[in-house]
């Protein structure tokens, strides 16, 4: 298991901290799990809780439009991998959907702590031995380990896992095409050139640009 010490914080271009840890699908070492895809790393502050179960269904349900995408979808729950077992079971009864990608074991929060996915604005958020409960942390992993995005809700609030497909959409439309997405972009709607791609070479690469402002220069997808 990775230790909890981390010398400096998690940010956008941080390499994904590695960590070794059992799951509901057997032992995993995470890089080794990544391989050559894409991941989703997201926690849940406990086992059999309400909005936890929806999302972990609706996760289920969304798998394979990640996997289309060469997305691999990693949860973690601050419990043991027993008590996952038998969650999964209900999250099956409740939503219909069946979870099949494996479920990290966190019963001492270790890796809670290693991706500081930690509530520090209610003291009072903490189970039976007085440990604050984790977060609805979502990371989004590149295929060279490098943390693209880093989304945090509170405990309350369920997150949104369309939204969570739709970054994966826009950033690997950007990785591949050298463009930007402005705000609600959805796959199919017009993208934004990059400030870097400029002169002949925009042109040539989007001969249907359209430039609202010097800066501000819209194109479809070719093969969109």
Known sequence: MASADRATPLRLGSIAPNFQAETTNGPIDLHEYIGDKWLVFFSHPEDYTPVCT???????????EFTKRGVKLLGLSANTIGSHEGWIKDIKDVTGSQVSFPIVGDKERKIAYLYDMLDYQDTTNVDEKGIAFTIRSVFVVDPKK?????LSYPASTGRNSAEVL????????????????????????????HPSVKGEEATKLFPNLRAVKPYLRFTPLPNA
């Open 146 to 150: 490098v943390i693209r995005t880093i």
């Open 166 to 193: 739709r970054i994966v959409d826009s950033l690997q439309t950007g990785d591949k095409n050298k463009v930007t997405t402005p705000v609600n972009w959805v796959p199919g709607d017009d993208v934004i050139v």
């Open 54 to 64: 929806t999302e972990l269904g609706e996760f289920a349900r969304l798998e394979p």
